[in-house]
């Protein structure tokens, strides 16, 4: 079983950056690749980034590569994700999920074994 709790989130005006940040407890973290989703008011949750275990390897959507950054501080048990140059449509709440295939790169959501809870990010226009 493993924990993630989600934190950094909140109101930015576009153009700004937040850092989003996920805390895991329970089993070791370095079992798991993390991933980031977000869902925004009446759609589904989506893929957003991803990172291998030992953090050699990422994977990120379309609509968020060149702004977004997934890394990880396996020794501090935290995943993040850097976002820059944030836009209007970026407006979500975002989770952090673990994935215990380490070595992959997934992006669909039942791959993923265990969800935090959300935080909100919403960006004004």
């Known amino acids: 079983q493993v924990q993630l709790v989600e934190s950094g989130g909140g109101l930015v005006q576009a153009g700004g950056s937040l850092r989003l940040s996920c805390a895991a407890s329970?089993?070791?973290?370095?079992?798991?690749?993390m991933g980031w989703f977000r869902q925004a008011p009446g759609k589904e949750r989506g893929f957003v980034a991803t990172?291998?275990?030992?953090?050699?390897?990422?994977y990120y959507a379309d609509s968020v590569k060149g702004r977004f950054t997934i890394s990880r501080a396996n020794a501090k048990n935290t995943v993040y994700l850097q976002m820059n140059n944030l836009k209007p449509e970026d407006t979500a709440v975002y989770y952090c999920?673990?994935?215990?295939?380490?070595?992959?790169?997934?992006?669909?959501?039942?791959?993923?074994?265990?969800w935090g809870q959300g935080t909100q990010v919403t960006v004004s226009s």
């Open positions: 990172i291998t275990s030992s953090g050699t390897s990422t």
């Open positions: 999920a673990a994935d215990r295939s380490y070595w992959r790169t997934h992006v669909e959501l039942h791959e993923y074994d265990y």
């Open positions: 329970g089993r070791r973290f370095t079992s798991y690749a």
